[in-house]
């Protein structure tokens, strides 16, 4: 089935953390904006690798603004003005104001649109090579810092896609 060239596909993607902050309850201690900047990170490499272009970000905190979630916040809005995108435009959530809590808790989406000709293009090919580029990080064993050199950026997965060579990308 070939969709018509006009036709955009949705792309979505998504990512969550629990007990990973400041709060009281955390095994893993760590700032607020820092977990922002990670948490966006993971859904909007998958955005970018699939080809899609980012219009929305959802965050969806369990932990009231005043205790940690408007750090996290600020983290992702950082993020997402890093990569070119306004966090005001395209940015909406909740926290939970009603319950006290003790331990931090996220969810975020991200989504995206392409052409459907691009969509139907990302497929790996017959004599295609697999290539891993970086090193993975991930959970509390890794000190993960968003500048680590051995962490693919959003500009080397841009350049990546925009080279033409690579059929797919699984971040």
Not at 34 to 61: Q, S, Y
Not at 66 to 94: F, H, K, W, Y
Request: negative net charge; aromatic residues 2%.
């Amino acid at each position: 089935m070939r969709m018509p060239e006009t036709t955009s596909v949705l792309v979505v993607a998504c990512d969550s953390f629990g007990g990973i902050g400041s709060r009281k309850a955390d095994v893993v201690k760590m700032d607020g904006c820092e977990l922002g900047k990670k948490i966006i990170r993971v859904p909007l490499m998958e955005l970018l690798a699939a080809g899609a272009t980012p219009f929305l970000i959802i965050d969806n905190l369990g932990m009231a603004a005043e205790s940690g979630g408007s750090q996290v916040m600020s983290g992702i809005r950082d993020e997402l003005t890093r990569l070119g995108l306004d966090p005001e435009a395209c940015m909406n959530g909740s926290t939970e104001d009603n319950i006290p809590t003790i331990q931090s808790f996220a969810g975020v989406v991200a989504m995206g649109a392409m052409p459907g000709e691009l969509f139907l293009s990302k497929s790996v090919r017959a004599g295609d090579v697999a290539l891993c580029i970086g090193t993975p990080k991930s959970g509390p064993r890794d000190k993960i810092l968003l500048d680590d050199p051995e962490i693919v950026t959003y500009e080397d997965l841009l350049a990546i896609n925009a080279s033409g060579l690579a059929h797919d990308i699984l971040p």
